[in-house]
């Protein structure tokens, strides 16, 4: 029987990593697989001193991120990833998906964009927020006191940019569910799962 890859998708800022995990309590065990994550732990064990660097270890957690994926899927195990995809990763979850034989959920989160830069600003200044991502060098065990110094805050220009021309609002992979998370306490999340669960069910049965 084939598994099931569910991909949470679209603009940062969206709850991702929170659905994910609310869908794994209710409907998994899933194998959580997150490329910020990756590059968090590539960041704190090599550092950098420059973005060029730091791209390159981005470039690096990516490929670590496929070779666990397909682990997973070699496993036989269902998947959650989450992430602000775009085409830039389309092929590579296809070639995996087609050769492991994985049905597609895609749940593609909105919601305004002047709410989610607010949301992002707050996010990036929290001190939980690991510091990489808003620092031009980074060192495992750096801090920074006023987070409103650090030197690669996004800007509200930047953050639009990224949004209206990276596609992340068009990502779809498989079947597609959309939800609007402009306001969270609207959102009826036992009826989006319910809805993942249904659709997860008719993607093994097809």
Not at 118 to 144: A, F, N, P, W
């Amino acid at each position: 029987m084939d598994n099931v890859l569910i991909l949470l998708a679209g603009f940062p800022g969206t709850g991702k990593t929170y659905l994910g995990s609310m869908i794994d309590d209710r409907l998994g065990p899933y194998a959580l697989i997150s490329p910020d994550k990756l590059k968090e732990c590539y960041f704190d064990i090599y550092g950098y001193q420059d973005l060029n660097e730091k791209k390159r270890l981005e470039n690096e957690a990516w490929k670590t991120y496929y070779e666990v994926m397909e682990f997973q899927m070699q496993a036989g195990k269902n998947i959650i990833s989450d992430y602000p995809f775009s085409n830039k990763q389309y092929p590579y979850l296809q070639c995996l998906t087609d050769k492991h034989r994985y049905k597609v959920i895609t749940i593609r989160l909105t919601a305004d964009l002047n709410v989610l830069y607010e949301r992002q600003r707050k996010r990036d200044l929290d001190d939980s927020r690991h510091l990489s991502h808003i620092v031009t060098s980074y060192r495992m065990g750096d801090c920074l006191e006023n987070r409103t110094e650090a030197d690669n805050l996004l800007t509200y220009e930047e953050f639009l940019l990224r949004c209206t021309t990276r596609g992340y609002d068009a990502f779809q992979m498989g079947r597609l569910i959309e939800a609007d998370v402009t306001d969270f306490s609207k959102v009826d999340y036992s009826k989006l799962i319910d809805d993942i669960e249904i659709l997860s069910d008719s993607q093994l049965a097809d």
